[in-house]
């Protein structure tokens, strides 16, 4: 089993709707929560960056930690075209230590946002 | 530009043959990373470099693989006698131990280099 699962998709919304990605882990270590969007053929672009349990808001888009449940969230408001990426969850232990501060992603989720 | 910087973008090569990718990370970036990502995957990490010290390889860098960091600038990353197998997107990403410090933990990541194995 995968240390973060997330769902691959694709998913296809029409402009405007509201989408909703979601990744599991199961290292329990993990306590910073990013969420990357890469577009083809592009590397990834960091989107939003959470620390442990929580909700952080940047204009149309939210990001949620459950820790408990070991669950993160992002949340897209009026979804653009322009949206249209592969988006990443990403997460790390403390920097320090043998951890590094490497980065562990899912598989990515594929979201279109059709006009 | 003052962003990660990948060469070559896309390599194909023939089975068996070596290939080299370089990594020109931000300038003022001690941490550097190798990930590789294949289709429909997400980036999954290779080594880390702080500075010119090489301090940790993953299970996924065969002796095929090997990287380097002369002089804690660019970095290269050579695959010796390549497999179809080794097809993938070789991602390098720096950042600030500083930043990392002020706990963001963001990875600026490059372009990405192609390799594609016939």
């Known amino acids: 089993q995968k240390e973060v699962e997330q769902d691959p998709g694709p998913l296809s919304v029409p402009e405007g709707a509201i989408v909703s990605l979601n990744c599991t882990y199961s290292?329990?270590?993990?306590?910073?929560f990013m969420w990357y969007r890469q577009y083809s053929r592009k590397g990834p672009e960091l989107l939003m960056y959470?620390?442990?349990?929580g909700n952080k808001e940047d204009g149309r888009f939210t990001a949620q930690v459950d820790k408990s449940s070991k669950y993160i969230s992002l949340f897209i408001r009026d979804s653009q075209p322009s949206d249209s990426a592969t988006y990443l969850c990403?997460?790390?232990?403390?920097?320090?230590?043998?951890?590094?501060?490497?980065?562990?992603f899912g598989q990515g989720t594929i979201l279109t946002v059709h006009p | 530009d003052t962003g990660v910087s990948q060469n070559p973008r896309h390599k194909i090569t023939k089975r068996g043959q070596n290939v080299t990718f370089r990594c020109d990370p931000i300038?003022?970036?001690?941490?550097l990373y190798w990930y590789r990502q294949t289709l429909g995957q997400g980036p999954e990490f290779l080594t880390y470099?702080?500075?010119?010290?090489?301090?940790?390889k993953s299970r996924l860098l065969s002796d095929r693989f090997s990287a380097e960091r002369p002089k804690g600038s660019f970095s290269t990353l050579e695959i010796q006698r390549t497999e179809q197998g080794d097809s993938a997107m070789y991602l390098c990403a720096s950042s600030s131990l500083d930043r990392d410090a002020a706990s963001t933990g963001e990875l600026f990541f490059g372009e990405g280099s192609r390799l594609t194995v016939l």
């Open positions: 290292n329990s270590a993990f306590q910073y």
């Open positions: 470099f702080q500075n010119e010290a090489q301090l940790e």
């Open positions: 990403a997460m790390r232990a403390n920097a320090g230590g043998t951890s590094y501060g490497k980065l562990t």
């Open positions: 959470t620390y442990s349990s």
């Open positions: 300038s003022e970036h001690n941490r």
